[in-house]
């Protein structure tokens, strides 16, 4: 009996226990208060709104000083040196910026412009607005195009000073465009190349009249001394323009043509002779001249 009273005992004992076991939840991660700690993922610091009158005062100090440095440098970026990310952080406030690269380019084409057209001096674009386009590779500005008018130094730009500043060019390119039209003259395109300097310029005008014209080619006579402008582009004329790019002398025409500007080389400008390129060099050094000059082309 009384062994029986004993298992009894430890019978009651052990269901207590079980049940006391089971009412006691051990310290496991469900039951211990999570701290969650956020990932702090890198914001773009925003920048403060600026009213028309500080970006328009902004872009014109850029505009007359050119960001404290000379050409090829522009507005303060240095081709073959200047990070994208760097323009984008340095111009975002004033304007904005659109990738217009097509399959054909081989570097990146990113344009910029201004978000108001700034007061001061003639832009070259048709909505007023101050801007340029760039050549990237490898996440770094390698060039820019811009209208001659966009730079202070050229805001009357003239044959003569481009010729006064940049000195005689290490080569000379002409294209003839014959017209469409029966009994229209053809226009022309000259390019002043500067490989050393980081500086191309061209424009394109019209013809003042045929010399000569076979199967073969044609001789015009153009009067460079007078630029087209801006009112001339409905004309199919185009004023002045810069290609400006990391100096290097031996950097072929082609291949700014080719690869910076994503044109075709093949057959489309000719070089003049150098006895052609002296005469045409101290021609239109001088602001008075109002002398033209023979163009030749052949196909």
């Known amino acids: 009996m009384t062994n029986l009273w004993l298992n009894y005992k430890y019978a009651l004992l052990i269901l207590l226990f079980l049940v006391i076991s089971c009412n006691t939840r051990p310290a496991t991660e469900q039951s211990i208060p999570l701290t969650k700690t956020p990932i702090l993922h890198p914001t773009q610091t925003l920048l403060p709104t600026l009213s028309p009158t500080q970006v328009s005062k902004i872009v014109t100090d850029l505009y007359m000083n050119n960001g404290g440095c000379e050409l090829p440098c522009f507005v303060g970026i240095v081709p073959g040196h200047t990070s994208i990310q760097d323009v984008y952080s340095r111009f975002s406030q004033i304007g904005y910026f659109e990738d217009q690269t097509r399959v054909v380019d081989t570097y990146q084409h990113i344009a910029f412009a201004t978000k108001i057209p700034p007061n001061g001096f003639v832009s070259s674009r048709n909505d007023g607005r101050w801007g340029f386009s760039m050549r990237v590779k490898n ?91 801006y009112s001339d582009q409905v004309s199919g004329l185009y004023p002045p323009s810069f290609y400006l790019f990391s100096p290097d002398k031996t950097l072929p025409f082609d291949k700014i043509i080719n690869t910076h500007l994503s044109e075709d080389p093949s057959g489309s400008y000719q070089s003049p002779s150098i006895i052609d390129l002296q005469k045409f060099y101290i021609m239109y050094l001088d602001t008075t001249t109002q002398e033209c000059f023979p163009l030749s082309y052949t196909w």
């Open 139 to 229: 996440d770094t500005v390698v060039g820019f195009v811009t209208g001659a008018t966009d730079i202070e130094k050229f805001s009357a730009p003239s044959l003569s000073k481009f010729l006064s500043y940049f000195g005689q060019p290490e080569e000379l390119r002409i294209r003839v465009i014959e017209s469409q039209l029966i009994d229209e003259n053809p226009d022309y395109e000259i390019v002043l190349y500067y490989p050393s300097k980081g500086i191309f310029i061209r424009w394109r005008g019209g013809v003042k009249s045929v010399l000569s014209k076979t199967e073969k080619g044609m001789t015009v006579l153009a009067c460079p001394q007078t630029l087209p402008t």
